[in-house]
């Protein structure tokens, strides 16, 4: 997403994005939303760039991206998987889950596979704790998940199953 054939990202994508917003002061937080649409995260060089066309200092761009959990600052895959580890979904075996897809995929909580199509994270509980263990495969929520119905949902999801 977002990135030039031989692999570099391209920058160019966000001319159309300052175009819009050029009358516009203070506009920062839509465009870096537009950026996270194209790149699917937002990559140090955009923020930068970002910085710069708007004349800000790069620390408040930071200070914004980091303060809102919408924005992601590390590559993101197309699917994410998020695994609750909260008390009641630990003992009822997210640690198992978790080490199933360690093992399947290669990733740990926090990383995306290299092909950009899968990425874990922890989630401390959502309020489901009855249904636990839970995992929310994009906004699939699926609770009293077991380890072979987690893999396969997932791999059916990322089109590898
Ligand atoms: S601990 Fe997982 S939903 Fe509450």
New binding site residues.
Partial sequence: MGVTNNGAMDLSLMDEVFEKYKEQRGALIPILQKAQAIYGYLPPEVLKLIADRLGVSIGKVYGVATFYAQFYLERRGKHVLRL?D????HVKGTPVLMTAVEEEFNISPGETTDDGQLTVEIIY?????AL?P?AVLDNQVMGRIRQEMLLRKVKKQIGAG
């Fill in positions: 609750c909260g008390t009641a979904c509980c959502m309020g489901s704790c636990a839970v």
